[in-house]
């Protein structure tokens, strides 16, 4: 790469055969293409690249949420949605080449110093209707009686994220109605609480897996 200096016509920019102009923080700057490769990927670059295409493709519908669910766990330089990212890949992400999936169970969609909600159990209460049950237990350092609860449920087939609210630590409850057209389907959730300041959460909890009624 090689800076230059403006001439009386200005800046280079754009392509002229293997040369490309540029401007970076009001630098600016020629360099040549790169050469594609015709070395064929290894099995283990081939992987990586599934594994971080199953990824991408399963955390982009919840970017706000991981950003919301590592508010306070993110590591230096790094947001909540990267950190989140990589835990996926390395430890939701299951099975050997070719033959990936996904366990859910490992899947973190927040990691936080508040508590987590204690005793909770999900159940599918009614048709299509599942209720969450736990121990309004609190505390004056880390289990406050207004932490908001969040549940988020996933439909594997059609890649679809929904998020239900309305309930709090010390509520106890939350029931979650879903549409008729669900009937049949499996669904998957992870459940987890925000502090009235909104910067602090617990990690999430794995709420199950269920063929709905």
């Known amino acids: 790469m090689a800076r230059f200096n403006k001439g009386i016509h200005g800046a280079y920019t754009g392509k002229v055969g293997n040369i490309v102009g540029s401007s970076w923080r009001g630098i600016d700057y020629v360099r040549s293409l790169p050469k594609k490769s015709s070395k064929p990927a290894s099995d283990k670059q081939v992987a990586q690249r599934i594994k971080f295409g199953m990824t991408t493709s399963f955390l982009k519908s919840i970017k706000d949420v991981l950003m919301l669910g590592y508010s306070d766990s993110k590591q230096r330089g790094k947001t909540g949605y990267n950190v989140a990212f990589q835990h996926f890949i390395d430890k939701a992400i299951v099975g050997n080449y070719p033959n990936f999936s996904i366990d859910y169970a490992a899947v973190k969609i927040a990691s936080g110093s508040l508590a987590i909600l204690m005793g909770l ?3 599918e209460s009614a048709p299509s209707v599942l209720t969450l049950g736990w121990d309004p237990t609190i505390n004056k350092f880390n289990a ?42 499996t669904v998957v959730g992870w459940a987890f609480t925000i502090h009235r300041d909104g910067a602090i959460t617990s990690s999430s909890q794995y709420l199950g897996e269920f063929v709905l009624t």
């Open 121 to 123: 159990e999900t159940v």
């Open 144 to 185: 406050f009686s207004d932490d908001q609860v969040l549940a988020i449920l996933y439909e594997p087939v059609d890649n679809l994220f929904y998020a239900y609210e309305g309930a709090t630590r010390n509520d106890s409850t939350l029931e979650i109605a879903l549409p008729a057209s669900y009937s049949g389907k």
